[in-house]
């Protein structure tokens, strides 16, 4: 496992040297989308009950109970923003509101 872990973070860098010398574009790689996200934590965090959070993200409050409750997990397109709103709420407001 250290040795594929080690393995991992050399072809890392290999990738970030090319693009800091101008050899690939940064768009070339691929997102890695965080494996859990604590729905919780960032929902408690902007001081939402869940379905002010739904409401206000577009999420179904079902699925943010789901979610909150280990019954499922969201999808990857759903953890990247949860991400995103755990960093930077008022952007996907803005966002969000501008559609």
Do not use: C, Y
């Amino acid at each position: 496992m250290a040795n594929k872990n080690f393995e991992r973070i050399m072809e890392g860098l290999g990738e970030a040297l090319e693009v800091a010398e101008g050899r690939a574009k940064p768009d070339s790689f691929r997102v890695h989308v965080p494996a859990e996200v604590d729905v919780r934590a960032v929902r408690k965090q902007l001081g939402l009950s869940q379905s002010q959070f739904a409401a206000r993200f577009g999420f179904s409050t079902s699925a943010v109970a789901d979610w909150e409750q280990g019954r499922r997990r969201p999808e990857a397109a759903a953890r990247t923003l949860l991400m995103v709103i755990a960093r930077e709420p008022e952007a996907v407001e803005r966002a969000l509101s501008a559609a």
